[in-house]
């Protein structure tokens, strides 16, 4: 089917059902169905470029009629240009009842490829679940996953020796964001930055707010870091405001007690940031392109990096 | 105009607390890419769309600009279309509309002669033009993707113009990646160094062999130094020999000009195979820093001892191409190549016993052969280890043992193969070789980036550890070269044939006969 050009890599195609991790997604009672496969989609984009087994759990409407866990098996396979780009992917759906956990992790557990990391995707599960009820499954997963967007519950108290292990795609979700402020405050001197700099402010639109506190969190860790920060009397504070604005997403704003001046403001589409700086004697201003990632991308970035 | 004070300095060791959480890849400075040769072919199939697919997965810096110089007149239009062209051609990935569009705006083309002075006064004009349309200061990358003939004109320009200076006291230091060939042997790469360095230093230099860019190539360290189970047996206490193939189906087509100068000596041995060699044979480094890894590279080739070059028993083999078959098609001799000169004495494949003078090695012999019009493409790095003592299993018609064997398979289907020998299902017990095999696309995917994606962006942050160090180059060098003023000593005489689709000629097995060991044939 791919006839090789001479000279070019026209060895026979190989085994195509590649895997390299478990990902377990749980889904909360209350979850809109369009959201629920907007996740599936999601998972099953993911495994396109990261191979590997998905069980997802989905919890039934009926649990007094529920005698056995149901499961149905989704099977996809992917054909690029070339057969290198061929690969399989499969996904488990379990039902499961939410007032008997005691057998979900056991049945669970008998589906994963062994030997292979599991990451485990809570998805409105409430909190008060996971410590009660599945806190089997962080402990056997490399990582667990939440989003800060969707959950009203804060995932980080999860019980845990590694806290690290708890990523919220939220954070993930801002790498773009935190790659374009930090490629142009990088090219400032550190002290210049933080001279006078007496706060500074995020704006955002309310749907935005966990992907801004995500963005100050980064943000006072990369002031943390600053060399001269530990030694400033006053120290910046950051603050979050909602507001509505037709042309902004996410506006970022150092505010200066001196003539210097920070500013990077998200276009409303994402697709571009403006910037404006006049700090250290330098001025300057840009028309940025941002890539927003997109949210397999995203899972891949709370799955495989960050710490 | 940029006040220079308002940059900050960082080396590896220090990054900007601005870019915490964020991997290095992602905190590449503002900068502009100069490629020398944009319209050549290297840059069509493998530079442009490298940076295309950086720009696909945002690690081009927020500020990225790509000036094309050559010799040929080209209008900017022209050369993004032919920068879409390439693109459309050569990526990985299928071409984004909004990616290209952020690309395009910033591709330009500056023509010039690599010996006119003025062509460079030129670019540094304009890249200062840029810098104040931007207000900002860019980091200055150079790429000489040109014939090596040009490279020290190139060089020399850069520091007659200033160029190789340009923002250094506002700690953005221009960098310069240079392509191979690095010289054609000790005295010229020595002077090719001596040149760079008078205009550069050595941290600012990255010596480009793509063959450090591919994910197999940095994943043996990973296997050889990750996984407990290997370094205990990488010695000459369990291993037996080790091969290295670069293997070429390719004839030399319509590059016999060039490559007539050069031979696979200097093409691929002198470079690609001692690369790989150097990381499968170096003691392990006390970190990970770039200097660490180059300095155990260097300290084994320097261990290297030097080769016999006696005519029937020496260390080295070399040969041309003849008339035969590759893939079923008749196809031509190297002497009967377009371009070949009558009389030409160039090898076409070339074969080294190596022996490395360590407490690690001594004793274990390295071979090395690269070859065009083989039969069939493949590089790999096969360790093969000595046999079990003779005391169970040893029935030979019982048992047919074979010696375990690592190899890594460099190109086509990267990967890693382990022979082992395990029991025929049966009531008896016979023995028959298994292979335990990893492969790269079925496990991760197709989603390994080109070696050139990883190189690019690894020049640009500033990470050599994929790059050659100058005393490297050297030192592999001091090897080749007395083999290449040997074989132009004797001309002809000693100069082998073998037929187009083998895997070269008889008088390669000679090198492994002595010590009963035979060159592998590898297979899909």
């Known amino acids: 089917m791919w006839k090789g050009e001479e000279g070019s890599d026209s060895s026979a195609p190989a085994q195509f059902r590649a895997s390299q991790l478990n990902l377990i997604i749980q889904i909360g009672l209350k979850t809109p169905i369009a959201e629920a496969e907007a996740v599936f989609a999601t998972a099953i984009q993911f495994t396109q470029k990261h191979p590997g087994r998905i069980i997802i759990l989905c919890p039934t409407q009926n649990p007094e009629q529920l005698e056995t866990l149901n499961g149905k098996l989704f099977s996809q396979c992917y054909i690029g240009e070339s057969q290198r780009e061929m690969c399989c992917c499969e996904a488990l759906i379990l039902e499961y009842s939410p007032d008997d956990p005691r057998s979900l992790f056991n049945q669970v557990s008998i589906w994963l490829e062994s030997d292979l990391p599991v990451y485990h995707w809570f998805h409105r599960i409430p909190l008060k679940y996971v410590k009660n009820r599945h806190l089997n499954f962080v402990k056997n997963s490399k990582r667990v996953l939440f989003d800060s967007q969707i959950e009203t519950d804060d995932y980080s108290e999860i019980p845990t020796p590694d806290p690290w292990r708890i990523r919220d795609l939220a954070d993930a979700r801002m790498l773009p964001v935190k790659q374009s402020i930090g490629q142009i405050l990088s090219t400032f001197e550190e002290q210049a930055i933080i001279k006078g700099l007496t706060g500074i402010k995020l704006l955002c639109e309310a749907e935005d707010q966990a992907n801004a506190v995500q963005l100050s969190k980064w943000l006072h860790v990369c002031l943390s870091a600053t060399e001269g920060y530990s030694q400033m009397e006053l120290k910046p504070g950051i603050e979050i405001e909602s507001r509505t604005d037709p042309q902004k997403g996410i506006e970022v704003i150092f505010e200066y007690s001196n003539d210097q001046e920070f500013s990077w403001a998200m276009s409303k589409n994402g697709n571009y940031a403006y910037t404006r700086a006049i700090v250290g004697g330098c001025s300057n201003r840009h028309c940025i392109t941002l890539r927003k990632n997109d949210p397999e991308t995203v899972l891949a970035e709370a799955i495989f990096f960050g710490r | ?524």
């Open chain 2, 1 to 524: 105009m940029v006040s220079s004070s308002s940059l900050s300095t960082m080396s590896n060791s220090a990054r900007h607390p601005f870019l915490t959480g964020l991997s290095k890849h992602r905190g590449a400075q503002p900068t502009i890419l100069v490629i020398f040769g944009a319209s050549g072919d290297l840059t069509r199939r493998k530079l442009i769309p490298a940076l295309y697919n950086l720009g696909v997965d945002n690690l081009l810096p927020s500020d990225f600009k790509f000036i094309g110089f050559g010799r040929k007149i080209i209008p900017n239009e022209k050369f993004r279309e032919f920068s879409k062209d390439s693109i459309e051609q050569f990526s990985r990935r299928s071409p984004e509309k909004d990616v290209w569009s952020r690309i395009e705006p910033n591709i330009e083309y500056h023509p010039g002669n690599y010996d006119d002075l003025a062509a460079f006064e030129a670019l540094h004009k304009r890249i200062h033009d840029i810098e104040k349309e931007h207000e900002r200061q860019f980091q200055l990358l150079f790429y000489i993707s040109t014939p090596p003939g040009v490279f020290e004109p190139i060089i020399s320009n850069l520091g007659a113009s200033k160029l190789s200076r340009h923002g250094q006291s506002s700690g953005l230091k221009p960098k310069v990646v240079i392509e191979k060939p690095f010289g054609r042997d000790l005295d010229t790469a020595k002077s090719l160094n001596q040149t760079i360095r008078n205009q550069f230093d050595e941290d600012q230099v990255y010596r480009i062999d793509h063959y450090l860019g591919k994910e197999t190539v940095q994943d043996l360290l990973v296997q050889r130094f990750a996984n407990a189970i290997f370094e205990p047996i990488w010695n000459r206490e369990y291993v037996s020999s080790v091969q290295i193939t670069v293997a070429e189906q390719l004839g030399v087509g319509s590059r016999a000009g060039y490559y007539d100068q050069s031979g696979a000596l200097r093409d691929m041995i002198q470079n690609h195979t001692m690369q790989l060699l150097s990381l499968t044979a170096m003691e392990p480094p006390v970190s990970l820093d770039p200097e660490s890894i180059r300095d155990e590279k260097v300290k084994v080739l320097k261990a290297i001892q030097p080769l016999d070059l006696k005519k029937d028993a020496g260390d080295a083999v070399r040969a041309q191409y003849r008339e035969g078959l590759i893939e079923g098609k008749r196809v031509p001799g190297y002497k009967e190549e377009q371009d070949v000169p009558i009389g030409s004495s160039t090898e076409s494949y070339a074969a080294l016993r190596l022996f490395i003078n360590n407490w690690r090695w001594k004793g274990v012999p390295f071979y090395l052969r690269s070859g065009k019009r083989m039969a069939r493409r493949v590089s790999e790095i096969a360790i093969q280890f000595k046999r079990p003592p003779g005391i169970l299993f040893s029935e030979g018609d019982r048992f047919d043992l074979s010696h375990n064997v690592m190899v890594i398979q460099v190109q086509p289907d990267e990967g890693v193969t382990l022979l082992l020998n395990s029991k025929i299902p049966g009531l008896e017990t016979r023995t028959q070789p298994v292979k335990m095999h990893f492969n790269y696309s079925t496990t991760y995917g197709s989603n390994t980036p080109e070696a050139y994606e990883r190189l690019i962006l690894d020049a640009m942050i500033g990470d050599s550890t994929l790059f050659i160090r100058g005393d490297e180059t050297e030192e592999s060098w001091r090897i080749i070269t007395p083999v290449l003023d040997y074989w132009k000593n004797c001309g002809q005489r000693g100069l082998e044939t073998y037929a187009s689709g083998s895997w070269g000629p008889l008088a390669a097995e000679r090198l492994l006969w002595d010590l009963r060991h035979e060159w592998r044939r590898p297979s899909n």
